[in-house]
DNA sequence: AGCGGAACGA
DNA sequence: TCGTTCCGCT
């Protein structure tokens, strides 16, 4: 069912699936999901030439080596025969619960829909990290993308790689098949 | 390449 | 619930 957290609703005074708030992938929490592997993934520099930011949009990314990338995501999963067909279909699930779409017309392309992901998780973020100057940039970016929403156009006043940082507390190198 | 139904499982 | 596996269709 729909769910909610007591954090996000006080911080926002909304509910949210829970979907959105559960993004751990810490010790003894839940499995990390498929679209953290992928910020993580796009967040590293030496994965560049694997998947990689679109210019233009942000949120936008391309999966230049979708072998790879689906590689890399069997090895984290310890799902040795994961291939890019049924990675995407992971992928395809996302669509109906808008964490992605598809952008048409440009192949392995695909976008974030960060209003709603960086919405709903940087209150998760103050609870992490609740030192004040964290906070403060956590509802910056709060107010950001929830006045400007999803359709952003990329101007150069953010850099794309700056991106992706604020996902950093996600994700903990771990884990061995 | 891309889509989405269906069965399945941890 | 979030994929994984498989697959027919476009």
């Known amino acids: 069912t729909g769910g909610g957290c007591a954090v996000c609703s006080k911080l926002t005074s909304v509910a949210f699936p829970d979907w959105a708030y559960k993004a751990e992938s810490s010790p003894g929490s839940r499995q990390i999901q498929l679209w953290h592997f992928i910020l993580e993934l796009l967040q590293k520099e030496e994965f560049r030439h694997v998947i990689a930011w679109q210019q233009g949009e942000y949120g936008e990314f391309v999966i230049k080596d979708p072998d ?5 995501w069997g090895r984290r999963k310890c799902k040795p025969q994961m291939n890019y067909d049924k990675l995407s279909r992971a992928l395809r699930y996302y669509y109906n619960k808008r964490i992605l779409h598809k952008t048409k017309g440009k192949r392995f392309t695909y976008k974030f829909n960060f209003s709603k ?11 992490r990290a609740p030192s004040p100057p964290h906070l403060l940039c956590q509802l ?5 993308f929830f006045f ?16 992706p940082s604020p996902f950093s507390f996600f994700y903990f190198e771990s884990e061995s098949c």
Do not use: M
């Open 68 to 72: 790879e990338v689906a590689r890399l």
């Open 140 to 144: 910056a970016f709060f107010f950001f």
């Open 117 to 127: 992901l960086i919405i709903v998780n940087y209150p998760l973020w103050g609870v």
């Open 148 to 163: 400007f929403g999803t359709g952003i156009q990329s101007r150069g006043v953010l850099p794309l790689g700056y991106f």
